[in-house]
């Protein structure tokens, strides 16, 4: 943007208009906000290798875990929502640098659809991050915990055509009801006792009962084989796993425990995919400011849509640190 | 206002007419790439699945290969597909749709060469340190017990 106030030093080096490295004032400091914000990222995918490392035989994997996608309810679809969700957002930074063109050759109107177009991207994504939260603070099937905090998940060894695999089972279709469970405190029933957390869905015996109840099901640890699958354990050793180590019946995520593995997986994909949610969101928000600003002709009268640029870089950036998310959390 | 693009991408092989077109042809460059790498991530094929060299073992140079060949060495070749398909990505975003290609040389060079030094350094500390505490907890003379 040329400075529009004359002070009648702009000839001289330190005078102010100048652009070194011919990059405007706004335009380099959106780069060097760029740059930190990515070692943010980076130190965050980094200490999620940290934690991936330290549990490097036992991580979940996340194939089995990101299977869902909308209305196609009871499918194993890995991949495919999140591969969808990634090429929104490219398709959204496509439009973003078809509105950067546009302004460069001032055409107000195709401005304004290309930034348009941009939210809507953005909005979708947004959207589908927070459905893909849902589900996974959901869950899926169910697990017990240990009391060395281990994950135990459930399933079946099942033939379907011609080859015989491990069928997950739920917690629901395992579950043996039993009468004197524990009812959750609430605030009517104490004196000091105020009241406590959500209580899981069934308790040990529960699940214990059922296992005993239904003989082709078996518990699958977390500890991956050489080929990188989980462990299936033996039918005797099922049982005694959950009667001996059993603790806590798991359903979903949390930041404390989760049905899929270790903590730390969810608590990683809560701050990173939050994080990176949240610049979506800031993003859109930019975006919708900046679109205004085109309806209202605030560019057009300046005679330069350099603001679309800078909020185009970072709107850029934003789809640049999911692609390495998308590796780290859902390929690698 | 006159803005130079630089309108030809790998290397020169392909030229586009405009800055329009360029856009568009990244695009489905990008979206190629992303396909790849979601039928690979689905299907998995064996041949990607187990390293293709060995570690080394004997003295010090054998030490030395495997550090220099390490991404061959203890990395499986799925992983490692992943990884450069996502460098090549980036390098797009970056370089065509944030226009770094268009940006004097110095600028990008003061971008990406500090930003690319200081993530591999994080990323080698913080990886080399995981790979350590696992052996911590799993090495033969650990302490520490998990499993119960």
Redesign the interface.
């Known amino acids: 943007m040329n400075s529009t106030v004359a002070t009648g030093t702009e000839e001289k080096t330190w005078g102010g208009g100048n652009k070194p490295?011919?990059?405007s004032y706004g335009k380099?400091m959106m780069?060097?906000f760029?740059?930190s914000d990515?070692?943010t990222f980076?130190?965050f995918?980094?200490?999620y290798?940290?934690?991936?490392?330290?549990?490097?035989?036992e991580w979940p994997i996340a194939?089995e875990v990101f299977t869902h996608v909308p209305f196609l309810h009871g499918q194993e679809l890995?991949?495919?929502y999140v591969?969808f969700m990634?090429?929104v957002l490219?398709?959204s930074?496509?439009t973003?640098?078809?509105a950067?063109?546009a302004g460069?050759r001032?055409n107000k109107a195709k401005v304004t659809i290309y930034m348009f177009l941009t939210i809507i991207g953005g909005a979708i994504f947004v959207g589908s991050q927070a459905w893909e939260w849902a589900t996974f603070i959901q869950g899926d099937y169910g697990a017990v915990q240990?009391?060395?905090?281990?994950i135990l998940q459930f399933g079946k060894n099942v033939t379907e055509d011609g080859v015989e695999k491990f069928k997950r089972v739920s917690i629901e279709d395992l579950a043996i009801p039993i009468a004197d469970v524990r009812v959750e405190h609430d605030r009517s029933n104490g004196l000091w006792f105020r009241e406590e957390a959500t209580l899981p869905p069934y308790s040990v015996n529960e699940i214990y009962a059922g296992l005993v109840a239904n003989e082709n099901v078996l518990v699958r640890t977390q500890l991956l084989d050489e080929?990188?699958h989980k462990t299936i354990l033996s039918r005797e050793e099922s049982l005694k796993q959950i009667k001996e180590?059993g603790k806590l019946v798991v359903k979903g995520a949390n930041l404390q425990v989760n049905e899929y593995g270790t903590s730390l997986f969810a608590d990683f994909f809560f701050f990173i995919t939050g994080f990176h949610g949240f610049h979506v969101l800031s993003g859109v928000v930019l975006n919708i400011i900046i679109f205004f600003n085109v309806v209202l002709g605030t560019y057009e009268r300046r005679g330069?849509y350099e603001m679309v640029?800078k909020v185009?870089?970072y709107w850029?950036?934003v789809?640049?640190v999911w692609?390495?998310v998308?590796?780290f959390f859902?390929?690698? | 206002m006159a803005h130079e693009h630089k309108l030809e991408i790998f290397r020169g092989l392909v030229k586009f007419k405009s800055n329009t077109s360029k856009i568009w042809g990244v695009l489905i460059f990008l979206t190629i790439v992303t396909i790849i790498e979601v039928v690979l991530g689905i299907y998995k094929p064996d041949m990607f699945m187990h390293t293709w060299i060995t570690p080394f073992e004997g003295g010090f140079f054998a030490t030395l290969g495997n550090i220099i060949l390490s991404p061959f060495v203890y990395m499986k070749p799925l992983n490692l597909i992943f990884i450069v398909l996502t460098i090549i990505k980036a390098y797009y975003i970056a370089w065509d749709f944030m226009h770094l290609r268009d940006e004097t040389g110095s600028f990008r060079k003061m971008i990406v060469w500090t930003g690319v030094f200081l993530i591999c350094y994080l990323a080698f500390i913080l990886l080399q340190e995981g790979g350590y505490v696992f052996d911590v907890y799993n090495g033969e003379d650990s302490l520490i017990k998990r499993d119960f």
Not at chain 1, 49 to 57: C, E, I, L, M, Q
Not at chain 1, 146 to 150: A, D, Q, V
């Open positions: 490295l011919k990059a380099m780069w060097f760029i740059v990515a070692l980076s130190a995918l980094a200490a290798g940290f934690s991936r490392f330290k549990f490097v035989n194939d890995p991949m495919i591969a990634t090429f490219i398709m930074s496509v973003m640098v078809l950067v063109d460069h001032m240990t009391k060395g905090g281990n080929n990188g180590n330069s640029e185009g870089l850029h950036f789809d640049l692609v390495f998308f590796t859902y390929l690698v």
